[in-house]
């Protein structure tokens, strides 16, 4: 969601800068994630005055303006058909960066010289509309900042990333209303004033409402005589820098509300509506619908309608009808505010096949007892933007009344729980400014306003003192006491070690959610069955995922994209399967890794791309931690893997996972184009292993004798298979076996490669004489000679 900084502002009287204002905000859980400069495209732009037009010898479609740009003239190239000599208009001069990359440059057109441009509203950002230039209130001074002409300058559009369970949010004064509770303020909320007719709106309209579960209520006015026109600068600024585009009085006025308040509203033309009565039911079965886009729809009874008891003339909380929309001609405006079922606006935007403002916030649960407030205000500014009558009356039809949740608050339990030592007259000052009502005083009565859906029990308001006291400002507890201690689950010391491990030797941790894309997990495991999602919140998180490969690849998909080229993560999480026969779905816990990239530059070592064997140290470094013994690796075909670099895992003899190299056709439909290792081991049966007493191993006390062995072999002898040989030859006197070196190149024959293994003799016994270890490197020559015809190189 977008929305403007000054507009925040406005209705707070802070004087953050934006960037304490995000700050602030993110750190209370409203997580703005972009601030741009509202004048972006405006930088270098100015008033310029057109004083003359010329043609162009050749040219039937461009002219020749001079401007007058305050203190000097400019001859201007420009093809818009609506020049005229004294317009005021924006001139982008050199160095001027537009929207949609245009960066002006000196240039010739038709053998003439022009180092400027007279800008459109689609070059500078403010809408689409690029048929002609655009005209600038003739009181302009030439030379004058377009950004400050404007009211651009100092403002900035705020990004916020919010969470689902906050519809709160998806508004400018839900926004506010956090910002407000930080500094202990009250929300400057629009006042406004409505002069009623003596008419009665119920004699115009009347509301039935089939279905009381889709749409708990429903309110409707009429506003007569109103003049379609432009909207005034002001509302329109406020639209643009929200990302909506200004369409015409009424309708604008419909989404100042709705970004305002957050309560979508939508304005019919009353005399094309088709009756003198709202029926709000579902679809009948092919039920046909033509929407404001002009697309024709056959509907299910999944989808919710608003009629005029015969015909659909909107799909509820979605989108309005064709026949009924607000045009030039539109005298009299049938004006809606609903409440409609969150769950039942979902399956109506998916069968739809879109996605709008006004779904979004019905699909995260809009308020239902702000739309009187509403309502009344957007009559109001239909009455003094657009001269309607507003008749006397709102026709509501509300037949269940949705009141606010009591909850028990327990003021000591929320010290208890979050180890602070807040009074009981702050938490009271948070809720109230929060616009909760409190009662009580050593225990309270907490009054949850009905625009905070999300707030169900003592725990929520907990966690809205800790938001707004700040994260940051609870202490760190590293004492294991307390009403509240509980003891640390060996899972999760075992969790903690093994994160400890991965990111010592270089990996990064990233935590994600359950969800996956069907068909990218299609890719990764076409055997493996799905567990759907039954509302999902997009398609492409439609299932909870079945392997934590698929979140891996996301995860790099998502870097890469970004430019952060060179990873090495890993992820602890559960993976989910179908209900069984019993009805329960399986959760196994998975530990993915992967890596992608090249190496970091030290001062000892080059970048290198990063392969197969940063995966392996990775999990010999958890191996040798927690006493496991090896992992070992045996040839498996898998069909997201290489097939020259696909191997199932073993770890004391039992398959524990897999490990390979990305078949770079999977990685290109993930989005990926450069070379991904990934491994995926069974988590549970890690923990398994390492709840365990790890048995005392004597340190040796007699010296180890190294042995170095270079070998050429062929290219498809894997290197496991050489190692296990070494040891059967050699003995219990082959402490350790290691591969230190792999060549394949030039100086190799095509079709070899050269390997170098690294033995470490030692008895516990007693020392190694020279010819025993002779004998014993020997006998591992021979034997390697015999089973792989190797050739033994010498230097």
Same mark, same amino acid.
């Given at each position: 969601?977008?929305i403007?900084?000054?507009w925040?502002i406005e209705?707070?009287?802070?004087?953050?800068?934006?960037?304490e204002l995000?700050?602030?905000?993110t750190?209370?859980?409203?997580?703005?994630?972009?601030?741009?400069?509202?004048?972006?495209?405006m930088?270098?732009?100015?008033v310029?005055?057109?004083?003359?037009?010329?043609?162009?010898?050749g040219?039937?479609?461009i002219?020749?303006?001079?401007?007058?740009l305050?203190?000097r003239?400019?001859d201007v190239v420009c093809?818009a058909?609506?020049?005229e000599?004294g317009?005021?208009?924006?001139? !982008?001069t050199?160095?001027?960066k537009?929207?949609?990359g245009?960066?002006?440059?000196?240039?010739?057109i038709?053998?003439?010289?022009?180092? !400027?441009?007279?800008?459109?509203?689609?070059e500078?950002?403010?809408?689409?509309?690029?048929a002609?230039?655009?005209?600038?209130?003739s009181s302009a001074?030439?030379?004058?900042?377009?950004?400050?002409?404007?009211?651009?300058?100092?403002d900035?559009?705020?990004?916020f990333e919010?969470?689902?369970?906050?519809p709160?949010?998806?508004?400018?004064?839900?926004?506010a209303?956090?910002?407000?509770?930080?500094a202990?303020i009250?929300v400057?909320?629009?006042?406004?004033e409505?002069?009623?007719?003596?008419?009665?709106a119920?004699?115009?309209?009347?509301?039935? &409402?089939?279905?009381?579960?889709?749409?708990?209520?429903?309110?409707?006015?009429i506003?007569?005589n109103v003049t379609i026109?432009e909207?005034?600068?002001?509302?329109k600024?406020?639209?643009i820098?929200s990302?909506?585009?200004p &369409?015409?009085n009424?309708?604008?006025?419909?989404?100042?509300?709705?970004?305002?308040?957050?309560?979508?509203?939508?304005?019919?033309?009353?005399d094309?509506?088709?009756?003198?009565e709202?029926?709000?039911r579902?679809a009948?079965e092919?039920?046909?619908?033509?929407?404001?886009?002009?697309?024709d729809?056959?509907?299910?009874?999944?989808?919710l309608?608003i009629?005029n008891?015969k015909?659909?003339?909107?799909?509820?909380?979605v989108?309005?009808g064709f026949?009924s929309?607000?045009?030039?001609?539109t005298?009299n405006?049938l004006l809606?505010?609903?409440?409609?079922?969150?769950?039942?606006?979902r399956?109506?935007r998916r069968?739809?096949?879109?996605v709008?403002?006004s779904?979004?916030?019905?699909?995260?649960g809009?308020d239902?007892n702000?739309?009187?407030?509403?309502?009344?205000?957007a009559a109001?500014?239909?009455?003094?933007?657009?001269g309607?009558?507003?008749?006397?009356?709102?026709?509501?039809?509300?037949?269940? %009344?949705?009141?606010?949740?009591k909850?028990k608050?327990?003021p000591?339990?929320?010290?208890d729980?979050?180890?602070?030592?807040?009074?009981s007259?702050?938490?009271?000052?948070?809720?109230?400014?929060?616009?909760?009502s409190?009662?009580?005083?050593?225990?309270?009565?907490?009054?949850?306003?009905?625009?905070?859906p999300?707030?169900?029990r003592?725990i929520?308001?907990?966690?809205?003192i800790s938001?707004?006291?700040?994260?940051?400002?609870?202490?760190a507890?590293?004492?294991n006491?307390g009403s509240?201690y509980t003891?640390?689950?060996?899972?999760?010391?075992?969790k903690k070690e093994?994160?400890?491990?991965?990111?010592?030797?270089?990996?990064?941790?990233? %935590?994600?959610?359950?969800? !996956?894309?069907?068909?990218?997990?299609n890719?990764?495991?076409?055997?493996?069955p799905?567990?759907?999602?039954a509302n999902?919140?997009?398609e492409?998180?439609?299932?909870m995922r079945?392997c934590?490969l698929?979140?891996?690849?996301?995860?790099?998909?998502?870097?890469?994209s970004?430019?952060?080229?060179?990873?090495?993560?890993?992820? &602890?999480?559960?993976?989910?399967l179908?209900p069984d026969e019993?009805?329960y779905?399986?959760e196994d816990e998975s530990?993915v890794?992967a890596v992608?990239?090249?190496t970091?530059h030290?001062?000892?070592?080059k970048?290198?791309?990063?392969d197969?064997?940063?995966?392996?140290?990775?999990?010999?470094?958890?191996?040798?931690?927690f006493g496991w013994g090896?992992f070992?690796f045996?040839?498996k075909?898998?069909?997201?893997?290489?097939?020259?670099?696909s191997f199932?895992?073993?770890l004391?003899?039992?398959?524990?996972?897999?490990?390979?190299?990305?078949?770079?056709?999977?990685a290109?439909?993930a989005?990926?184009?450069?070379d991904?290792?990934?491994?995926?081991l069974?988590?549970?049966?890690l923990?398994?292993?390492s709840?365990?007493?790890?048995?005392?191993?004597?340190?040796?006390?007699y010296?180890?004798a190294?042995r170095?062995l270079?070998?050429?072999?062929?290219e498809?002898?894997?290197a496991g298979?050489?190692i296990?040989?070494?040891k059967?030859?050699a003995?219990k006197?082959a402490?350790?076996?290691?591969i230190f070196?792999?060549?394949?190149g030039?100086?190799i024959?095509?079709?070899k490669?050269?390997?170098?293994?690294?033995i470490?003799?030692?008895s516990?016994d007693s020392s190694l004489? &020279?010819?025993?270890?002779?004998?014993?490197?020997?006998k591992?020559?021979?034997s390697l000679?015999?089973?792989?015809?190797?050739?033994?190189r010498d230097?």
């Open positions: 969601m977008k403007s900084y000054k925040l209705l707070t009287g802070l004087d953050w800068n934006p960037e995000g700050d602030r905000l750190l209370c859980g409203t997580a703005c994630e972009y601030i741009e400069p509202a004048d972006q495209y930088q270098s732009v100015i310029g005055e057109i004083l003359a037009i010329n043609k162009i010898e040219a039937d479609k002219r020749l303006a001079t401007v007058n305050g203190e003239q400019l093809g058909p609506n020049i000599v317009l005021k208009v924006p001139v !982008a050199l160095g001027a537009l929207d949609g245009i960066v002006i440059k000196k240039a010739k038709r053998g003439i010289e022009s180092e !400027a441009m007279i800008c459109s509203e689609r500078l950002g403010l809408s689409d509309e690029h002609g230039i655009l005209v600038i209130d001074t030439p030379g004058q900042e377009l950004s400050e002409l404007l009211g651009y300058k100092d900035f559009m705020l990004t919010l969470t689902p369970n906050r709160d949010s998806m508004s400018a004064v839900g926004i209303r956090d910002m407000a509770a930080l202990s009250k400057n909320k629009p006042q406004f409505l002069t009623e007719s003596n008419e009665k119920s004699d115009y309209i009347k509301v039935a &409402i089939e279905d009381k579960t889709a749409c708990p209520r429903y309110a409707a006015r506003i007569k026109g909207s005034p600068y002001w509302l600024k406020k639209l820098l990302g909506i585009r &369409i015409s009424v309708v604008d006025i419909t989404n100042l509300v709705m970004l305002e308040l957050g309560q979508p509203l939508h304005a019919f033309d009353y094309r509506f088709g009756s003198k709202v029926v709000v579902m009948k092919k039920e046909h619908f033509k929407s404001l886009d002009g697309a729809h056959e509907l299910t009874p999944e989808v309608l009629t008891g015909d659909a003339v909107a799909a509820g909380g989108m309005g026949d929309e607000v045009e030039s001609d005298k405006i809606e505010a609903a409440y409609f079922n969150a769950s039942m606006i399956k109506s069968q739809l096949g879109f709008t403002e779904s979004q916030r019905f699909e995260k809009a239902p702000i739309i009187e407030y509403a309502i009344d205000y109001s500014l239909m009455q003094s933007l657009c309607g009558e507003v008749l006397s009356g709102i026709v509501d039809c509300y037949p269940n %009344i949705i009141e606010p949740l909850i608050f327990r000591k339990r929320c010290n729980i979050i180890g602070t030592e807040l009074s007259d702050k938490m009271k000052q948070i809720f109230e400014d929060l616009e909760f409190v009662t009580g005083d050593s225990d309270f009565e907490v009054t949850v306003p009905t625009f905070r999300d707030i169900e003592e929520d308001l907990i966690e809205e938001r707004i006291i700040g994260f940051e400002n609870i202490p507890s590293n004492t006491i509240l003891p640390i689950h060996y899972e999760d010391k075992f093994t994160r400890t491990v991965l990111t010592s030797v270089g990996f990064d941790e990233f %935590i994600s959610h359950g969800l !996956a894309d069907s068909k990218l997990a890719i990764l495991h076409t055997e493996r799905q567990l759907n999602i999902p919140i997009s492409d998180l439609n299932i079945n934590l698929q979140t891996a690849l996301t995860v790099i998909h998502h870097n890469v970004h430019r952060s080229l060179d990873l090495s993560i890993f992820e &602890i999480g559960k993976t989910y179908p019993k009805d779905w399986a530990l890794l992608t990239g090249n970091q030290t001062w000892r070592e970048p290198r791309p990063r197969f064997y940063d995966i392996t140290g990775a999990m010999e470094a958890l191996a040798e931690h090896e070992s045996s040839p075909e898998f069909s997201f893997f290489e097939k020259e670099i199932e895992v073993l004391q003899g039992k398959v524990c996972g897999l490990i390979g190299k990305i078949n770079p056709k999977v290109k439909k989005g990926i184009k450069q991904v290792f990934a491994a995926e069974n988590f549970d049966y923990l398994s292993l709840n365990k007493l790890i048995a005392f191993k004597e340190l040796p006390i010296p180890a190294l170095d270079a070998m050429i072999v062929k498809d002898i894997k298979e050489l296990q040989q070494v059967k030859s003995g006197i402490e350790s076996v290691e070196d792999l060549y394949q030039k100086q024959e095509k079709g490669k050269s390997i170098a293994i690294s470490s003799y030692r516990k004489e &020279i010819s025993q270890v002779d004998a014993a490197q020997k591992v020559v021979d000679v015999k089973n792989f015809n190797v050739e033994i230097k």
